[in-house]
């Protein structure tokens, strides 16, 4: 299998497609309402997702944001949700609880296929700012 991956339990790591538009709006969208930096991110073809999908081989090929809160993962829905109950004027999000996951999931699912027509994709992996780079795992 490969080396373990040892995460600090403080830590709250968001997997994301690197080459996603539409992920790298989301990243740039929470880093704005992050001040305390609560979150690092990593992109999923970093070599640490890699790691990490590979000791869970139940995120392989999930096209989706996975979010590690600490000892718990997110994905789909449920990881836009556990996020947005982190930031500022968006806990009112966790009402979306209401709706069973296999319809929010329908509906991020049809987004995130269609998310590279909607809004493009990068050749390259986005590169953080010099400011930034602290909370970028690569």
């Known amino acids: 299998m490969g080396q373990t991956i040892l995460i600090d339990n403080s ?8 080459v996603c538009n539409l992920c790298n709006g989301f990243v740039q969208f929470i880093i704005k309402r992050d001040p305390e ?3 690092k991110f990593a ?3 970093s070599e640490f ?8 081989p139940e995120l392989k090929n999930l096209d989706a944001v996975i979010f590690l809160d600490k000892t ?16 500022p004027n968006l806990k009112w999000t966790k009402v979306l609880k209401v709706f069973p996951r ?9 987004i995130a296929k269609h ?7 990068k050749d390259e992996c ?12 690569s």
């Open 102 to 110: 296999i319809l929010r999931d329908t509906v991020y699912d049809f």
């Open 43 to 45: 992109s999923l073809q």
């Open 72 to 87: 718990q993962i997110y994905i789909k829905s449920d990881a836009a949700i556990a996020i947005s109950q982190f930031l």
């Open 115 to 121: 998310r590279y027509w909607l809004l493009g994709r």
């Open 37 to 39: 930096e609560i979150f």
């Open 126 to 137: 986005m590169i953080p700012t010099p400011s930034l780079k602290h909370r970028f795992i």
């Open 11 to 18: 830590e709250r790591i968001i997997l994301f497609d690197g």
């Open 49 to 56: 997702a890699k790691k990490i999908i590979e000791q869970h």
